[in-house]
Nanobody, 122 residues
């Protein structure tokens, strides 16, 4: 069992930056691949980025490449999402999720956090 708690969201102006954190409970955190998703207002939840269990592999959706960076610290049971050059279209609730499979479908993630709101003003 893994419990995930996101933090770090807030209100920021366009062009600004934020760093989200996702703290995980459980001794098996280091075996899980982790992802960040977001759900804009009135839209479906969408993939943002993911990182492998050992931090060596990452991949990003095209719209955030070069602006967002995912990382993890298995010693702290935490993953991070550093976001730069934020745009109003990045406004969403951001969720972290854990999966045993690499590059799974959204429905194949095993555990989800409750989300943190990110609002980017123009």
């Amino acid at each position: 069992q893994v419990q995930l708690v996101e933090s770090g969201g807030g209100l920021v102006q366009a062009g600004g930056s934020l760093r989200l954190s996702c703290a995980a409970s459980g001794r098996t955190f280091g075996t899980y691949n982790m992802g960040w998703f977001r759900q804009p207002p009135g839209q479906e939840r969408e993939f943002v980025t993911a990182i492998g269990y050992n931090g060596r592999n990452t991949y990003y959706t095209d719209s955030v490449k070069g602006r967002f960076t995912i990382s993890r610290d298995n010693g702290k049971n935490t993953i991070y999402l550093q976001m730069y050059s934020l745009k109003p279209e990045d406004t969403a609730v951001y969720y972290c999720a854990a999966a045993l499979n690499w590059r799974p479908l959204l429905s194949e993630y095993d555990y989800w956090g409750q989300g943190t709101q990110v609002t980017v003003s123009s």
